[in-house]
Nanobody, 127 residues
Framework: QVQLVESGGGLVQAGGSLRLSCATS????????MGWYRQAPGLERELVAS??????PNYAHFVKGRFTASRDNAKNLYLEMNSLKPEDTAVYYC??????????????????????WGQGTQVTVSS
């Protein structure tokens, strides 16, 4: 099982910056993708950015040019947020998509795939 812990959220003024971190632990051998979601009060959770394997990150249109997602060799995840807007206010969640390690082999297929989520970190942007 993969454990994820987010940190770095806080209260900032519009136009400011924050850097979110997602520390991973547990069995991270079979992580196939990682990324960030966010959820504002009364709204559904929405994808912010994703990274598949070692590929380049993909971004939601509303953060392109402002946010940068990255992943280090230890499979920790980061989100650099610049030019923050009040509409960016939300709880930000780190996630990991994983296959199951069976006998040391990462095994795919719907019955072997699972998602891991952090507890979230609050980002509040004041106007």
């Amino acid at each position: 099982q993969v454990q994820l812990v987010e940190s770095g959220g806080g209260l900032v003024q519009a136009g400011g910056s924050l850097r979110l971190s997602c520390a991973t632990s547990g069995d991270t051998r079979c992580i196939s993708a990682m990324g960030w979601y966010r959820q504002a009060p009364g709204l559904e959770r929405e994808l912010v950015a994703s990274i598949i394997a070692d590929g380049s990150p993909n971004y939601a249109h509303f953060v392109k040019g402002r946010f940068t997602a990255s992943r280090d060799n230890a499979k920790n995840l980061y989100l650099e947020m610049n030019s923050l807007k009040p509409e960016d206010t939300a709880v930000y969640y780190c996630y990991a998509d994983s296959y199951t390690a069976v006998g040391g082999i990462c095994t795919g297929g719907p019955t072997y795939q699972y998602d891991s989520w952090g507890q979230g970190t609050q980002v509040t942007v004041s106007s």
